[in-house]
């Protein structure tokens, strides 16, 4: 009897988990489908009226491709105080290159960078484009097409990740996944906003003093975006997923500071967010035990079923269902790195990214 209890108690058990799975990594992605998606025009004879603005910092290697990616004589890269050859590297990719002002105390060197590029600019639209992004050829006539059609004054794209180590295959599709956990665009897109790739009509962006009044902020993009809504100005979200690429993080320590800075802003964001998304990986944490649970039991046919939960819900996000293999390493090795990033935020400490603490 009491053997007949715990197989029927091990199978409740691994259906709630089961529900509180899906019901996280579901919402996920409707509320990643629920971004518009940027086509391709069909034609790209006639350049939009749009420069570019690059902040670097630290970013020799990657500057060359993300200059190269748009046309010429369409990108300024500000460079934010390199101690490499970032600058250099800039000039013979085509760009021009501007020096960075000095920080004033408690700013933070991207917004900066990228008030010092918009203001040499006269363009009607400018795109702040991070040094680890890239683009297709017809990019920038899709995405001035999609803001003119839809009126927008601040647009923020989702770009395509592309992961080129093992590390990066494993860890960053379900780091994306895990983002979506927390919010939609549906609730409001101004806590989406995300400062890799954020086109702006130059006229707004002046209105609201540009990234001045939010200079001292690590959520500098999130807080433009409320600061647009404040003053009534239409913000909005874009997806680009086969026009424009980003490489986000590289090698393990690479991977590591870049997610501890993402945690951390989810919870500088909303806390709620943070908890939304901590309450989501642990969710696909109890999936092991439920898995173990069942096996112990003998509940051979439901542990089948359970055990692809978790691919199943995030093969979308992996692509295929070869490297949805890595998910279950996944889940467990991003948990510290979450409990990490937010418990600092949430403890007043600071964290270090490319050489500065923040």
Same mark, same amino acid.
């Given at each position: ?224 975006? $409320?600061?647009?809504?404040?003053? %009534?100005?239409? =913000? &909005?979200? *874009?997806?680009?997923?086969? /026009?424009?690429? #980003? ?44 898995? $173990?649970?069942?096996?112990?039991? %003998?509940?051979? =046919? &439901?542990? *089948?079923?359970?055990?692809? /939960?978790?691919? #199943? ?46």
């Amino acid at each position: 009897m009491l053997d007949g209890l715990g197989a029927g108690v091990s199978r409740w058990v691994a259906l709630a988990v089961a529900a509180l799975m899906s019901g996280f990594f579901i919402r996920a992605r409707l509320n990643f489908l629920a971004i518009p998606k940027l086509l391709a025009p069909a034609s790209d004879d006639k350049l939009p009226d749009c420069m570019v603005v690059i902040p670097a910092r630290n970013e020799e290697s990657a500057i060359a491709r993300a200059v190269m990616s748009f046309p010429h004589d369409t990108v300024i890269v500000v460079d934010d105080h390199s101690e490499d050859g970032t600058a250099e590297a800039a000039r013979k990719a085509g760009a021009g290159v501007l020096p960075a002002p000095e920080l004033s105390r408690g700013a933070i060197g991207k917004s900066a960078a990228c008030l010092a590029g918009a203001r040499v600019l006269t363009s009607r639209w400018v795109l702040f484009a991070d040094a680890d992004t890239w683009y297709e050829p017809r990019f920038l006539n899709a995405l001035i097409s999609f803001a003119e059609a839809s009126g927008v004054d601040f647009l923020s794209l989702y770009l395509q990740p592309e992961c080129e180590t093992w590390p990066e295959r494993m860890l960053v599709p379900y780091a994306v996944a895990l983002y979506f956990c927390g919010t939609g665009p549906r609730r409001n897109p101004a806590v989406l906003f995300n400062g890799q790739c954020l086109l702006v009509r130059r006229e707004a962006y002046e209105f609201v003093g540009g990234h001045s009044p939010v200079m001292n902020n690590l959520v500098d993009d999130v807080k433009l975006a $409320a600061l647009a809504q404040r003053h %009534r100005l239409k =913000v &909005a979200l *874009a997806r680009a997923p086969h /026009l424009g690429h #980003a490489r986000m993080q590289t090698g393990l320590r690479g991977i590591w500071r870049g997610f501890e800075r993402n945690a951390f802003r989810f919870v500088v964001v909303s806390p709620w967010i943070g908890a939304l998304i901590i309450a989501a990986a642990l969710s696909m944490a109890l999936w092991l035990p439920a898995l $173990a649970w069942l096996v112990k039991e %003998r509940q051979y =046919v &439901a542990a *089948a079923g359970f055990a692809l /939960l978790p691919m #199943a819900l995030l093969c979308r996000w992996y692509g295929n269902w070869a490297r949805v293999l890595l998910a279950p390493f996944a889940i467990y090795c991003m948990l510290p790195v979450l409990w990490h990033g937010m418990t600092a935020a949430l403890l007043g400490r600071r964290i270090e990214w490319k050489g500065r603490t923040i």
